[in-house]
Nanobody, 114 residues
Framework: QVQLVESGGGLVQAGGSLRLSCAASTSVFSFINMGWYRQAPGKQRELVATITSGGSTTYADSVKGRFTISRDNAEKSVYLQMNSLKPEDTAVYYC????????WGQGTRVTVSS
């Protein structure tokens, strides 16, 4: 059973930055396409960024130009650099496979104040 551990969230003012990290407990991490997801209060979980095993990335329109996803296969980790944060970015952020087949971790909470 793969465990996902997210970290790096917190409270930040609008316009600020945060860097989220996610560590995965699997030896096949380097072969897996990964994603960052978020769930705002009262809303469904949404996909915000993906990265393939080869490093190609995609972003939701709402975060394009502000967020950057990256990975370190040696560390079995995926990262989300979030700049120019907005109050609407407030959510619990999760990582998972791009097809979300692993069990979800506890997530990391991001709160952006206006």
């Amino acid at each position: 059973q793969v465990q996902l551990v997210e970290s790096g969230g917190g409270l930040v003012q609008a316009g600020g930055s945060l860097r989220l990290s996610c560590a995965a407990s699997t030896s096949v991490f380097s072969f897996i396409n990964m994603g960052w997801y978020r769930q705002a209060p009262g809303k469904q979980r949404e996909l915000v960024a993906t990265i393939t095993s080869g490093g190609s990335t995609t972003y939701a329109d709402s975060v394009k130009g502000r967020f950057t996803i990256s990975r370190d296969n040696a560390e079995k980790s995926v990262y989300l650099q979030m700049n120019s944060l907005k109050p609407e970015d407030t959510a619990v952020y999760y990582c998972n496979r791009r097809d979300s087949r692993w069990d979800w971790g506890q997530g990391t909470r991001v709160t952006v104040s206006s």
